[in-house]
């Protein structure tokens, strides 16, 4: 049962439009699937679930909702996202080209950060930020099942990175917390938990947000905002008083013929431009509720772009090992273990946390006093002088020198992915491919193959 209140105010917004909009909630809802180039440029044949493009989204499909391909291996290995189709639109707006720093400031749970890494092509910074532990947690998570090596996942508030990054970025992405109509065919509880209260609540939230990006945006740069939820005080009205105060901001000319056009006549005092965002209808298209608005930044702002430098007096806690000097005994460790897998490396340097070896993007900023989740591509870590590698690394992979590949449905798969030992001829570290796709270690030795995927993960049955 939608809300009384919400649907009293859509009848009035959208006059004789509104029967094709309610007819919409009786339909079945869209459900898609995003593949990552960067796992593989030629996908195994996925003909089993159906798919067909979503006109807006480079590498965005529908797919039949009977197939389950979140349960399938290729899940596990990172070959897709399932991501509903509308909430791919906002990431394709942004326009990122490779060699970025990009910033996805609401990022959790991670399906427009990792269609933002895409674009980067491994190259530039990815940052990727959640206000919310447990949401940034997922996000992190998402990061490394996509085989994203050049982000930073942080889980900070907004203005804490608005004082840090002072024209940093390229691009922003805000994908704002909202009222979430447009996701009351999808979620239930975006209809229980709605109210007028929730609307204003969201409206001021958001201004605030969009107050904290505008600072991070570099003169030139794009920041697009956007929402998933039908209100126009969330929508034209939150992007309207942001432009009133933020002068040196304006709509940006954006192509996107498959939406509809803002409504300026929604709001009260409307800035230039509304008319050049766009709405996504599920009346209109195969997607749920969305709002998005391409903002840019004129050339001539106060703000001037400039990495952030570390405090004085302080020093980087991480260490540079490539080209750094003499190798630490992690880093001895680490070429040993290259030396014997032929596992190789991202571009970056690499970073020492303790135990811990990492590789992160030449143009990683300090990370002294920010809560970091993940910093660029987890290696793995020294026990006892030996080196055990991480999962992350594993995803990444293409390839290794010794290699045990397997059939997505394959009895060794499915053995893999419960934790279990498998046999094989296969001596010491090894990567697990399901159909050339990696999806982690294991260590064989005497015809059996250790299993190091992570306990974590580990389905039951």
Known sequence: MLPTLFLERMQALLGAEYPAFLAAYDRPRNVGLRLNPLKTGTPPVLSQFGLTPVPWAENGFYYDDTTRPGLSAYHEAGLYYLQEPSAMAPAGLLDVRPGMRVLDLCAAPGGKTTQLAAALQGQGL???????????????????????????VLNEHPQRLAERFPGFF??????????????????????????????DMCARRQLEILRCAAGMLAPGGRLV????????????????????ETPDFSVAAAEAPWFAPGRPDWVEN??????????????????EGHYAAVLEKTV???????????????????RGGQGSGRPTGAE?????????????????????????LLL??????????????????????????????????????????????????SPEIAAYLRG??????????????????????????????KNHFPKALRRLA
């Open 126 to 152: 990815l940052v990727c930020n959640e206000i919310n532990p447990k949401r940034a947690k997922i996000l992190a998570r998402n990061v490394e099942r996509l085989a994203v090596a050049n982000a930073l």
């Open 170 to 199: 390229d691009r922003i992405l805000v994908d704002a917390p909202c009222s979430g109509e447009g996701m009351f065919r999808k979620e239930e509880a975006a209809v229980t938990d709605w109210s007028p209260e929730t609307v």
């Open 225 to 244: 905002y956007s929402t998933c939820t039908f209100a126009p005080q969330e929508n034209e009205g939150t992007v309207s008083r942001f432009l009133a």
């Open 270 to 287: 409307p800035a230039p431009g509304m008319e050049r965002t766009f709405r996504l209808w599920p009346h209109k298209l195969s997607g």
């Open 300 to 318: 001539d702002s106060a703000v001037e772009r400039e990495m952030t430098r570390p405090p004085k007096g302080r020093k980087n806690s991480a």
């Open 332 to 356: 001895a460790a680490l070429t040993e273990f290259r030396q014997e897998t032929g596992a190789a490396l991202p571009e970056g340097r690499l970073l020492e946390f303790g135990q811990n």
């Open 360 to 409: 992160v993007p030449d143009g990683m900023p300090e990370l002294h006093g920010l809560k970091v989740l993940r910093a660029g591509l987890e290696l793995g870590q020294v026990l006892k002088n030996r080196f055990e590698p991480a999962h992350a690394w594993a995803l990444w992979l293409k390839t290794a020198r010794s290699v045990a590949d397997f059939p997505a449905d």
């Open 420 to 449: 279990q030992t498998l046999s094989g001829p296969q001596t010491g570290w090894t990567l697990v491919t399901v159909d050339g796709l990696s999806l982690g270690w294991a260590k064989g030795s005497g015809g059996i193959l």
